[in-house]
Nanobody, 119 residues
Framework: QVQLVESGGGLVQPGGSLRLSCAAS????????MGWYRQGPGKQRELVAE??????NYADSVKGRFTISRDNAKNTLYLQMSTLKPEDTAVYYC??????????????WGQGTLVTVSS
């Protein structure tokens, strides 16, 4: 099974920027989707951004501020976050959805990385 390791979270002031990384390791027969989700205090987990076959999709709340990208050579997913707001404070999770070599549909989550936006 694929494993995901996230990094890049931390404390940043409002208006600042941060880049999250998610390194994937393991065998994938067919990649469906990779994405970033977040769960703020007292909130449900929500989609932030996802990338599928080169197409991207963003939550309305982050459009124009966040950019998702993928480096296939490094098997790494990124989330560049700019103009951060206090309401962006959350644990950010990386997710991968793929088909393995037994033709099973598999969804794996990273361990999460905390982003705190505060002055």
């Amino acid at each position: 099974q694929v494993q995901l390791v996230e990094s890049g979270g931390g404390l940043v002031q409002p208006g600042g920027s941060l880049r999250l990384s998610c390194a994937a390791s393991g065998s994938i027969r067919l990649l469906y989707t990779m994405g970033w989700y977040r769960q703020g205090p007292g909130k449900q987990r929500e989609l932030v951004a996802e990338i599928t076959s080169g197409n991207t999709n963003y939550a309305d709340s982050v459009k124009g501020r966040f950019t998702i990208s993928r480096d296939n050579a490094k098997n790494t997913l990124y989330l560049q976050m700019s103009t951060l707001k206090p309401e962006d404070t959350a644990v950010y999770y990386c997710m991968i959805h793929y088909s393995d070599y037994e033709y099973r549909s598999v969804k794996v989550w990273g361990q999460g990385t905390l982003v705190t936006v505060s002055s």
